[in-house]
């Protein structure tokens, strides 16, 4: 079995650059991952963006600092 790589997603303020960061990530080939999503309070889309991948079967966190 291969080895399980986490992917940790800081963010701040990236709504513009989230959507492709994401889609890069997810449809990597390599399938053994988990993908930990992180935001800093953004005052922007980024938080609304990041609850669309909350459910997604690769992401195991999903954690807002307020």
Do not use: G, W
């Amino acid at each position: 079995m291969s080895p399980l790589v986490s992917v940790i997603v800081p963010n701040y303020n990236h709504a513009l650059f989230l959507p492709l960061r994401l889609q890069s990530i997810y449809q990597q080939t390599y399938q053994q991952i988990e993908v930990i999503l992180l935001d800093d309070s953004s005052t922007d889309e980024s938080i609304k963006l990041l609850k669309k991948y909350e459910q997604h079967p690769k992401t195991t966190h999903f954690s807002i600092n307020l």
